[in-house]
Every structure is written in structure tokens, then in C-alpha cells.
């Protein structure tokens, strides 16, 4: 079965600091992982994804991730917070066996202060 | 190229009655998956379809019923409202069924609320 855990329920940082938030998976099969963001009453925006090479995968807004197979994680990262970076993040996981859904991990909320 | 567009964006309901909401995919997309998200129990999987055919189904009562239509646009219904029901409902639209490589793209969501 897959899962997802995103250990932190909230993190804090100030803005112009490096940021983290934590992803940690299981699958059975290769992960395909994404991360998404999400503002006040709206929908899930996509952030990157890794599906396959490059460890290091570069997203949208200046987000990136590192895919760590033997500690199945994968962490999102900003060099440099912004205040508008604030709002709920999830990670989710897909396996790469044909047939399976998106798993959702339970949301990281980002608050970056001034 | 228009985004997934979810239909109504605000509903009341009260105990008792019936819903459908409604999710037109990005053009193009076959796949429309949908998700209920609370803050209790944060995003959970309802079903997904592909190409008419439900393909994947989360643990939901079958109150919660869904359709794909041939234009890929899709709706989904939940009978007999209880208080529980109240969410935020998300669809999502890929190009390709799940198993596949490809992100998913939301809508905004429905945001039900019963009373």
C-alpha cells in the first residue's frame, strides 16, 4: 500500500531564510512523488514532480526537491522565503504500478514571517 | 488553454437532501479524478475516471456516486446528506489514466456545506 507522511504540521521560518518541509514515502513499486500547493479556498497548485533521474528536481516559484531513495524521502526546499510563500503544501505519491491513485500526504501549513 | 473548471463553487445544503457537482477537465484531458478534503481528515481519493469507465474507487459509502461523460466533463453526486459531508470537493484532470507519469491539475473545488 502507499502512503505519505509529512511530519511537521506547521513550520515557521523568516522570510529571506532557507525553508524545508519534510516528505517521507511508501510504495511498493518506484515513486513517482509531486508536491502541491495550496492558498485559502482554492484548489491544489502543482509545484514539481520526479519521475525518474536527477535527484535534485527544480520547480515552479523557486522550489526544489531532493529525491533520497534509501531514506525515501522527499523534502521540498526554498534558498529564500518570501512571505507570499505562506500556505499548505502536500506531498503525494504515486506508484508507478499501473492502476494506482495519488496518495495525499496530510498537508505541511508554511508560514513565513516578515 | 482554460483550467479545470468545478460547478457550483458555494453550496448550502441541509441534511436529508441530494447534491452534484460538476468538473469540466482541461481540453484534452481524459482522466478526472475527485477528492474530499476536511481538515480532519485532509485529501481523501473518491474515484477517478477514464474515458467514461470508473477506474479506481476510495473507501466512501455509496452515497457518493460519480459519472464521466463522452466529452470527459464529469459530475458527482452525494445522496442523503449528512453534517459529515461538509467539505471541500476537488477535481482533478489529467492526461492519462493513473499509473502514468503525468501531475494532476485542479479545479478550485465546491465547497458543500450542510446544515
Known amino acids: 500500500a502507499q502512503s505519505v507522511a509529512q511530519p511537521e504540521d506547521q513550520v515557521n521560518v523568516a522570510e529571506g531564510n532557507p525553508l524545508t518541509v519534510k516528505c517521507t514515502y511508501s510504495?511498493?513499486?518506484?515513486?513517482?512523488l509531486f508536491w502541491y500547493v495550496q492558498y485559502p479556498n482554492r484548489g491544489l497548485q502543482f509545484l514539481l514532480k520526479y519521475i525518474t533521474g536527477d535527484n535534485l528536481v527544480k520547480g515552479s516559484y523557486g522550489f526544489e526537491a531532493e529525491f533520497n531513495k534509501s531514506q525515501t524521502s522527499f523534502h521540498l526546499k526554498k534558498p529564500s522565503a518570501l512571505v507570499s510563500d505562506s500556505a499548505l503544501y502536500f506531498c503525494?505519491?504515486?506508484?508507478?504500478?499501473?492502476?494506482?491513485?495519488?496518495?495525499f500526504g496530510p498537508g505541511t501549513r508554511l508560514s513565513v514571517l516578515p | 488553454k482554460a483550467g479545470v473548471t468545478q460547478t457550483p463553487r458555494y453550496l448550502i445544503k441541509t441534511r436529508g437532501q441530494q447534491v452534484t457537482l460538476s468538473c469540466s477537465p482541461i481540453s484534452g484531458h481524459r482522466s478526472v479524478s475527485w477528492y474530499q478534503q476536511t481538515p480532519g481528515q485532509g485529501l481523501q481519493f473518491l474515484f477517478e475516471?477514464?474515458?467514461?469507465?470508473?477506474?479506481n474507487k476510495g473507501n466512501f459509502p455509496g452515497r457518493f456516486s460519480g459519472r464521466q461523460f463522452s466529452n470527459s466533463r464529469s459530475e458527482m453526486n452525494v445522496s442523503t446528506l449528512e453534517l459529515g459531508d461538509s467539505a471541500l470537493y476537488l477535481c482533478a484532470s489529467s492526461l492519462g489514466p493513473s499509473g502514468l507519469e503525468g501531475e494532476l491539475f485542479f479545479g478550485e473545488g465546491s465547497r458543500l456545506t450542510v446544515l
Open positions: 510504495v511498493s513499486g518506484n515513486p513517482y
Open positions: 475516471y477514464f474515458s467514461e469507465t470508473q477506474r
Open positions: 503525494a505519491v504515486r506508484d508507478s504500478n499501473y492502476g494506482q491513485n495519488f496518495v
